[in-house]
């Protein structure tokens, strides 16, 4: 994989949030039989998920490779929505996975594996609660309210791949959120925002729930995928608007996670309705 790797001698500006180590980061994750084949860091881009299915398409990339970027001028969530924030700030990350003999059906469930992943990641590293907002929002607390705090946004590479971005916001300040429901690990009163760390504890995690998914033929049920997404997921339960394809929306209770990754509503008088895709407003507190 080789990316463009900006110099840039204003890294250091802020020393309340200093550069990634990429080497530090190589030595700690790229072994000989782990998923992560090759970690690069970049000053500056317009989005790591772009340059990473771009890369594929050359043959540049293999499975595994991470391309993190400390700033991101164009980065993308769900619907082309924008994700800005301050240089160093979080953590704007994709990565490369290759799911060779799984079936194409199951591989919808790549984005919420990752979800689990991360909040797994960062609960252990940060000691931050995140919840999953289906279908990839990663949820903190920051003064008694949900705020969203990351997310994740799949895309094909080529026939054999799925390029994953995840954007976490790590030290954001109150005065720099981009919305006010926006939230991050600071304002959620993490006990660690180092994001050497935080980076190594999610991608650890993604490789081990990854395993387990390509260890159980991507059977979302015998991996624990979809046990463990529906005990983090902070929509089941809820009344809510799911805002589908096409403009029309259906409200209803969330009440379960299918086989296929998609959100069951009980829309009243016994009709329960999945949705595979859409924009999810939460109406009702859990």
Not at 122 to 139: C, E, I
Request: net charge negative; hydrophobic share 40%.
């Amino acid at each position: 994989m080789t990316p463009r790797d900006d110099s840039d001698d204003s890294r250091w500006s802020d020393l309340e949030r200093p550069p990634l180590n990429g080497a530090s980061l190589r030595r700690a994750l790229v072994r000989d039989g782990g998923l992560w084949s090759g970690i690069e860091v970049v000053q500056h881009t317009g989005s790591t998920n772009s340059d990473l299915v771009a890369l594929t398409a050359e043959g540049k990339a293999a499975e595994g490779a991470v391309l993190v970027a400390e700033e991101q001028s164009s980065g993308r969530g769900r619907l082309d929505r924008r994700w800005t924030a301050p240089a160093r700030s979080g953590l704007f990350f994709s990565v490369l996975l290759k799911p060779s003999g799984i079936p194409v059906a199951r591989w919808g469930w790549l984005p919420l594996l990752t979800g689990v992943a991360v909040a797994t990641g960062l609960s252990r590293v940060a000691g931050v609660d995140t919840a999953l907002k289906w279908p990839n929002d990663l949820l903190v607390t920051v003064g008694g309210e949900e705020r969203k705090a990351g997310g994740i946004l799949a895309e094909r590479a080529g026939d054999d791949g799925v390029v994953v971005g995840i954007g976490i916001n790590v030290t954001l300040r109150a005065d720099e959120l981009p919305v006010p429901q926006a939230g991050s690990l600071a304002l959620a009163g993490a006990v660690s925002t180092d994001r050497d760390p935080l980076l190594r504890g999610v991608l650890r995690s993604l490789e081990d729930w990854y395993g387990r998914w390509r260890g159980a033929g991507g059977d979302p049920a015998a991996s624990g995928l979809q046990e463990a997404y529906a005990a983090g997921c902070a929509t089941l339960g809820r009344t809510v608007r799911a805002e589908l394809p096409g403009g029309r929306s259906v409200v209803g209770e969330a009440v379960a996670i299918d086989g296929d990754g998609r959100l069951v509503l009980a829309t009243g008088d016994g009709v329960q309705e999945p949705v595979g895709a859409g924009d999810v407003v939460h109406l009702r507190p859990a």
